[in-house]
Nanobody, 124 residues
Framework: QVQLVESGGRLVQAGGSLRLSCAAS??????????MGWFRQAPGKEREFVAA????????RYADFVKGRFTVHRDNAKNTAYLQMNSLKPEDTAVYYC???????????????WGQGTQVTVSS
């Protein structure tokens, strides 16, 4: 079992930057075997894929709406994944979740472990 805890969400102005963190605990010896993904959910909308990074950090994938603005990375020594968000827009406002999956995927249903989420609000 792996527990995930996100942090770093807050209110920020449009054009600003935030870095979200996702700390893993529990069976952290397995952290390095998981793909870490980031998803977000805005009020009244489905939870959607944002970014993912493979266990080694060698491969990443992004949703089209964040390409060039967001960067996902991880530090396996710290059992932590990060989402660097730049050039934020009001439409990026959502609860952001990190999740862990056994495969390199952007499919929500393939993620086994989820954090509780952190709120990001971007003001115009």
């Amino acid at each position: 079992q792996v527990q995930l805890v996100e942090s770093g969400g807050r209110l920020v102005q449009a054009g600003g930057s935030l870095r979200l963190s996702c700390a893993a605990s529990g069976r952290t010896n397995s952290f390095t075997t998981y793909t870490m993904g980031w998803f977000r959910q805005a009020p009244g909308k489905e939870r959607e894929f944002v970014a993912a990074i493979i266990w080694s950090g060698d491969y990443t994938r992004y949703a089209d709406f964040v390409k060039g603005r967001f960067t996902v990375h991880r530090d396996n020594a710290k059992n932590t994944a990060y989402l660097q968000m730049n050039s934020l827009k009001p439409e990026d406002t959502a609860v952001y979740y990190c999740a862990a999956a056994s495969s390199f995927t952007g499919v929500r249903e393939e993620y086994n472990y989820w954090g509780q989420g952190t709120q990001v609000t971007v003001s115009s």
